[in-house]
């Protein structure tokens, strides 16, 4: 008994001296701005292949090299010559013609799936343990009533066809990474932390020194958003979202509901990352809180000029074509 206990003080006092002898994993500190809050501001990118939602062919949120490899594969065999390895050249000529769909557009983006703790991520999505989205019933309908796309009236068609929301959700929020012109840039003052996001030039304006929220009635396409510093985080609430501004990312989309409310934080890990999370809190359309995590790298920039008018000024053009073969079949025997 008495060498039983002496063993188990040794190991004891060992462990602690090995304790005392390893220094602690350093947590990083991000830089500091001019007024002393940590420093986000330049250019990131958060394209990936990662989805949001898990696809079936992982088994867990940890991606093996093999389920990796047999997602690169899958998309290269889905977009084909729509996808560029490289980055695309400014000072070189046009992209080469994509012979299935010379009309579409050529995609630029990282064909790897995103590291967060240097371990792959299967999806963003880590609450729920399967990484799916948790629809209420509610939450399936309108979902299903957004993705209904009619010719019937100007209020049927999808805002990202109107370029008043961007083709993905890039601008969120949630931010969701896209498949080209995947670039933000953080710009910080006193009092406000602004978000340039390069397709469909949105910037959100996030208000620091007031937490106060618009009145209900008010649904901006960005929603509302205010926030603060936790320490090294900058945490965003956001509220007011617009149910007529869905969520469409790779892997799946999403509705919110007017009592919809978002908080996202934003942590720099490393010189060269940042940690985004969000968490959505919507009791109407999601049977639970869930919650996403996302990294963001330095980008090479510059921030290109994104314009987009095709969608409105063919409006009229698509209504009116309705029109015709909602004639053409009344008038047929």
Same mark, same amino acid.
């Given at each position: 008994m008495r060498i039983s206990v002496l063993l188990c003080a040794a190991v004891a006092t060992a462990s602690a001296l090995d304790a005392q002898a390893t220094p602690a994993a350093a947590v990083y500190s991000a830089p500091r701005t001019a007024s002393g809050d940590p420093d986000l501001q330049g250019l990131w990118t958060n394209t990936a292949l990662t989805f949001l939602q898990r696809p079936p062919i992982f088994k867990g949120l940890i991606a093996t090299d093999k389920e990796a490899a047999m997602m690169i594969a899958g998309f290269n065999s889905l977009v084909g010559d729509l996808v560029s390895t *490289?980055?695309?050249?400014? *000072?070189l000529g046009p992209p080469p013609v994509v012979k299935e769909?010379?009309?579409? =557009?050529y995609l630029e983006m990282d064909l790897h799936l995103a590291r967060i703790g240097g371990q792959m991520?299967?999806?963003? @999505?880590?609450?729920?343990?399967?990484? /799916?989205?948790? $629809?209420?019933?509610?939450?399936?309908?309108?979902?299903?009533?957004?993705n209904a796309e009619t010719l019937d009236d100007?209020?049927? /068609?999808?805002?990202?066809?109107r370029c008043l929301t961007a083709i993905g959700s890039p601008e969120g929020p949630p931010m969701m990474n896209t498949g080209f012109n995947g670039n933000?840039? @953080?710009?910080?003052?006193?009092? $406000?932390?602004?978000?340039?996001i390069e397709m469909n030039h949105?910037? /959100?304006? @996030?208000?620091?020194?007031?937490? &106060?929220? +618009?009145p209900d009635a008010i649904?901006? !396409? +960005? &929603? =509302?958003?205010? &926030? !603060? !510093?936790?320490?090294?985080t900058l945490v965003v609430e956001t509220t007011n979202l617009s149910p007529k501004a869905p969520v469409m990312s790779l892997g799946g989309g999403f509705v919110f509901s007017p009592k919809a409310r978002l908080t996202e934080r934003f942590t720099r890990t490393a010189k060269d990352q940042i940690l985004y999370e969000f968490a959505i809190d919507d009791p109407v359309n999601f049977t639970k809180v869930w919650r996403a995590e996302?990294?963001?790298?330095?980008? *090479? &920039?510059?921030i290109y000029e994104y314009a987009c008018h095709e969608g409105n000024y063919s409006l009229a053009n698509a209504l009116l074509g309705a029109r015709a073969e909602e004639r053409l079949k009344a008038a047929a025997p």
């Open positions: *490289k980055p695309i050249d400014p *000072k769909a010379p009309q579409s =557009d991520r299967s999806s963003w @999505i880590v609450e729920p343990a399967d990484g /799916r989205i948790p $629809f209420s019933d509610a939450g399936k309908k309108a979902n299903k009533a957004a100007p209020e049927s /068609r999808p805002a990202s066809e933000y840039q @953080i710009v910080q003052s006193p009092g $406000f932390v602004a978000i340039h949105d910037v /959100r304006i @996030i208000r620091m020194a007031d937490r &106060g929220h +618009l649904h901006p !396409w +960005l &929603g =509302d958003s205010v &926030g !603060w !510093w936790e320490g090294e996302m990294p963001m790298r330095p980008a *090479k &920039g510059p």
